[in-house]
């Protein structure tokens, strides 16, 4: 979730058809924190890979699902979570003619009964991401990638946020069960990406 990613889609010429549609939810329900464009084409390749099941946390207006929706390949169950009901209810409207897709109301807990995830995006201001984060040996599979967006990019080691330690970021990286590196998507943006050990 970013916090002016809706506006980054200015232009939506070669933008995949379910990710306009939530763009255009998004802009008509005033939600700006859509995920941006360089992280939905990371999502969308990343979902190229999944073999059964996709989850996401943080829904929002369905942008970050969308691309997701966009890469997976046909059968791959989705599966994304969303505290808001009226964000829920619109993004179930929205991809009602979408098969395997499941949008549930909850905090990102809810994410676990419907896994373990090849894929799983945590996403929506946090959910799953900070003390205590989502616990990969129980929602990936062996080998499964979990991807934790919208962070800056890091520019010193150890990482910091406003001055203390970033153990939103740490977290990952000393994980024993993952192997995490950082990918810069933008001049200002970062996801992590880590893989569970088989």
């Known amino acids: 979730m970013s916090i002016s990613g809706t506006a980054s889609y200015a232009d939506r010429a070669a933008l995949p058809e379910p990710v306009v549609r939530a763009v255009e939810l998004a802009e008509r329900l005033g939600f700006a924190q859509s995920c941006r464009p360089e992280h939905g084409r990371l999502l969308q390749a990343l979902a190229g890979g999944a073999a059964g099941r996709i989850g996401e946390t943080g829904t929002g207006c369905g942008v970050g699902l969308g691309w997701l929706l966009a890469g997976r390949r046909p059968g791959v169950r989705v599966v994304s979570v969303e505290r808001e009901a009226e964000r829920v209810a619109a993004v179930r409207e929205l991809f009602a003619d979408v098969p395997d897709l499941e949008i549930v109301h ?12 090849d894929l799983l995006v945590l996403d929506g201001g946090g959910n799953g991401k900070q003390s205590p984060p989502a616990d990969p040996d129980l929602l990936l599979t062996a080998a499964g990638t979990l991807v934790v967006d919208d962070l800056t990019p890091l520019t010193a080691w150890p990482p910091t946020h406003q001055g203390r330690p970033d153990t939103g970021r740490t977290a990952w ?10 990918v810069r998507l933008a001049p200002d943006l970062a996801t992590l990406l880590a893989t569970h050990r088989p």
């Open 106 to 117: 909850g905090d990102w807990t809810a994410i676990a009964a419907h896994g373990p995830f």
């Open 173 to 182: 990286y000393d994980h024993p069960s993952l192997l995490t590196t950082e």
